[in-house]
């Protein structure tokens, strides 16, 4: 009876302490923190809520009052300018990702493993995702620059919003193939359906995901302690998972 009661003071004493955290969350690292959330919360008591999109976008909103108290943003530019502006904690940046960029396609038959395909006449339609917003579409940019296709193949680009609707793109066939990140087509060490050549690092320049504790987080016991649990263990292993080096 003893035992049981002291359990519940501590639940409620959690419970207490217990807070929330608005992040935002660049769209080619939803996957990953939607499995990482949970386990931060059972780590930590803390919730985490989400609102993925691309990092140009979040930029603009955090600019305008949006009420984020935590960036994971797609560049490690985009938290700098924050910070110079006053916008986010100074000190608090660092690299909780890189990520990698991927030519993939929903045929299994069309991608080759050096991507030899761009080269080819085999499709319509090239998407990337709108380099002027996000990282990942700058990357695929310099990569087509660096093998002197960009100039032959930008008619045929299908251009999303984010890397997300790039990618759905490409799943619903109303591209060939394109340029997403690897995170979202990759799963328990491998490629989970279609064909695919991940881009060689040297193409372009290195995909450093910043993370960054927003001004208006800086009080929040839960925002720090998410930005500390993403350099944990448990966490890391699952940001592996997803493709990422760190």
Not at 18 to 36: R, S, T, Y
Not at 96 to 122: F, H, T
Request: aromatic content about 8%; hydrophobic content about 50%; charged content about 20%.
């Amino acid at each position: 009876m003893r035992w049981a009661a002291l359990g519940a003071m501590a639940w409620l004493a959690v419970a207490a302490q217990a807070d929330e955290v608005q992040v935002a969350v660049a769209a080619n690292f939803a996957g990953a923190m939607q499995k990482i959330a949970p386990a931060f919360e059972q780590a930590t008591g803390h919730k985490a809520l989400l609102s993925s999109g691309a990092t140009g976008k979040f930029y603009a909103q955090i600019r305008a009052g949006a009420p984020f108290e935590v960036l994971l943003a797609a560049d490690d530019e985009t938290p700098a300018k924050l910070e110079q502006e006053g916008l986010a904690v100074a000190g608090s940046r660092y690299t909780y990702a890189i990520g990698q960029l991927v030519l993939w396609s929903a045929r299994d038959d069309l991608v080759d493993a050096k991507g030899e395909v761009l080269r080819q006449d085999k499709f319509e339609h090239l998407a990337v995702a709108n380099p002027k917003l996000a990282p990942y579409g700058a990357a695929a940019v310099e990569t087509l620059k660096a093998l002197k296709l960009y100039d032959g193949l930008a008619a045929r680009f299908v251009t999303g919003e984010n890397i997300a609707q790039t990618q759905q793109f490409v799943a619903t066939g109303n591209a060939e193939l394109g340029f997403v990140a690897l995170s979202q087509v990759y799963e328990g060490g491998r490629i989970k359906s279609g064909s695919a050549w991940i881009v060689p690092a040297n193409l372009h320049t290195p995909i450093r995901q910043d993370a960054a504790l927003l001004a208006r987080g800086k009080d929040n016991p839960a925002a720090r302690a998410l930005l500390d649990y993403l350099r944990s263990e448990p966490a890391r292993k699952l940001i592996a998972a997803y493709g990422y080096s760190y």
